[in-house]
């Protein structure tokens, strides 16, 4: 291991207890030590990579796109550990869920992808309105009830057997919160970014069969804290064939990525960044 | 219901959800639905079964997936008994 990257590791370990404290603080100071290790290794990612996904930023800006995104992985790193840590107690009073978030009304897919501060989604779904249920593959720490966890993962039969509890979920008036950038089962490949991305089928299935909308959700850094926001509920056309009607509604749902990263391009998280370049998962450092 | 409607029914039913179960002459009832059999993956099961339920006007027909590896048997055994109408 490089002596910057031992550095940096211990810097970072090193606020790992400032952030039970001062967590806003520690979360500040993560963003400027992360952006200040990506702008010395100029590594995961580069201006260069930053570049390929955004050709329209000039050398300069996609610098500092690199260098935010270099941030962005500092602080979730850290929100990482404390989740572990301390569970999501600590990270509550970070959140901030505007008007609007609080004013959703189930039944509801609130579909997220894996931008941002994904990992702050789970204390702010506690705030929706109505009872929810969360789809993952993986949870770091459990949300308060009424907040129900159901793990996506195992074979065809035991995810058909979770699709059925989400259906019945929104019958009896709930939200539902999905990844839709995880595909445990059947997708969708869909354009983004001049490239494309993978799709889950699943949460649009569910919103076609359940008669419910589909809206985009994410959460994104404010300095110390997170910031909660919602897309608009994606709308097309209908379709004679089911499958149609649920690819156009992913590719409805790729536009918004696209747009929101086109606006903000370091709310990109290494793990999409990699999957768009064609590197394997933790081809980094 | 006449004897063997419900066999018939579901069987139809796998013909048109299945792209595997249109080349088979016969679908014995020990033929897994998902993946090792007629391959439906876990959207496809879903909506095999909801359509069983709106077909025969059965309630929760669904729930089968709670329990063990779904065959053609199990499904037709669990239609025709009277609980599940």
Redesign the interface.
């Known amino acids: 291991m490089s002596w910057p990257r031992r550095i940096f590791d211990a810097l970072e370990g090193g606020l790992a207890p400032l952030a039970g404290r001062w967590p806003r603080l520690a979360f500040t100071s993560a963003a400027a030590a992360g952006r200040l290790r990506n702008r010395l290794s100029r590594r995961w990612p580069s201006p260069e990579q930053v570049q390929a996904l955004f050709p329209g930023l000039e050398p300069g800006a996609a610098a500092r796109v690199a260098w935010r995104i270099g941030g962005l992985e500092a602080r979730n790193r850290l929100l990482i550990d404390r989740i572990r840590r301390q569970g999501l107690d600590p990270v509550r009073p970070l959140i901030q869920t505007p008007e609007d978030f609080r004013a959703l009304r189930p039944p509801l897919v609130l579909g997220f992808f894996h931008v941002g501060a994904v990992q702050a989604l789970s204390p702010a779904v506690e705030r929706l309105p109505g009872p929810v249920l969360i789809l993952r593959q993986g949870l770091l720490s459990t949300p308060r009830p009424p907040v129900r966890v159901e793990s996506t993962e195992g074979d065809g039969q035991r995810r058909a057997a979770v699709f059925r509890r989400a259906l019945a979920h929104l019958a009896e008036g709930g939200f539902v919160v999905v990844a839709l950038d995880v595909v445990p089962g059947p997708g969708f490949r869909v354009p983004f970014l001049e490239r494309s991305i993978e799709l889950a089928r699943g949460p649009f299935a569910l919103a076609r069969i359940a008669g419910a909308p589909v809206q985009p959700l994410a959460a994104r850094w404010r300095g110390g804290g997170v910031e909660i926001l919602t897309g608009p509920a994606l709308a097309v056309e209908a379709a004679p064939e089911p499958k149609v009607q649920e690819a156009a509604l992913a590719g409805e749902a790729a536009r918004w990525l696209e747009r929101y990263l086109l606006e903000s391009p370091a709310e990109m998280g290494l793990g999409l960044l990699r999957s768009l370049l064609g590197f394997a998962p933790d081809g980094g450092s | 219901m006449k004897p063997g409607a419900v066999e018939n029914e579901v069987r139809d039913l796998l013909r048109s959800r299945a792209p595997l179960a249109r080349d088979r002459d016969e679908l014995p009832d020990d033929l897994r639905l ?2 090792g059999g007629l391959g ?4 496809s ?3 095999l ?2 359509e069983c339920e709106r077909r025969l006007g059965l309630r929760d027909v ?2 089968l ?2 329990g063990p ?2 065959t053609v048997g199990l499904l037709i055994s669990h239609l025709r008994t009277p609980t599940a109408r």
């Open positions: 998902g993946p439906l993956d876990s959207i099961l879903v909506e079964l909801l669904a729930g997936l709670e590896p779904l």
